[in-house]
């Protein structure tokens, strides 16, 4: 049986409240036992990917760039697209279950595409958008997941 993918998606820059959180969003991908993908560069994307890691999770980073040392260090597997931000639909694509956290036009993209593949996008941190599942903490977060991913 092929494993659960679950994206995780925000911004390149993030404040600590943002990092830790995200951070706890990689241990619970982890936890569930799905593979996490993200964008593979810093902010939200190196915090989940830290937090993936520190549960023996496995990391997919795809990223905008040629270069595979673009990546952050807890990427396991690096795929450089060299697309630019259109790697975006490529982030939403690979996973089965979108977690959005704090992030700017990139990450609402990603939202976007979410919503039009038809994907469950779990909002934690203000995306307000019809369609979106909202919770308020990363605890909400789990039980959703679980609930999608029918564990």
Same mark, same amino acid.
């Not at 790697?87 to 956290?101: K, T």
């Not at 909400?140 to 997941?145: D, F, N, T, V």
């Given at each position: 049986m092929r494993k659960k993918v679950i994206g995780v998606i925000g911004g390149h820059t993030c404040n600590k409240e943002v990092e830790l959180i995200a951070h706890k969003i990689g241990k619970i991908v982890a936890k569930v036992g799905a593979i996490l993908v993200c964008g593979g560069l810093g902010g939200v994307m190196k915090a989940v990917c830290q937090g993936a890691k520190s549960e023996n999770g496995i990391t997919i980073g795809i990223i905008t760039s040629y270069d595979k040392n673009d990546a952050n260090e807890f990427c396991d597997i690096v795929i450089p697209s060299g697309l @630019?931000? *259109?790697?975006? !639909? %490529? !982030? !939403?694509? *690979? @996973?089965? /279950? /979108? !977690? *959005? %956290?704090p992030g700017e036009y990139g990450t609402l993209s990603e939202v976007a595409y979410g919503l039009q593949f038809k994907k469950p996008v779990i909002s934690l941190g203000g995306w307000d958008i019809p369609g979106v599942i909202e919770v308020k903490t990363p605890q #909400? *977060? #789990?039980?959703? %997941?679980k609930k999608l991913l029918e564990i």
């Open positions: @630019g931000y *259109a790697r975006n !639909v %490529l !982030v !939403v694509q *690979a @996973g089965d /279950i /979108i !977690v *959005a %956290l #909400e *977060a #789990e039980s959703k %997941l």
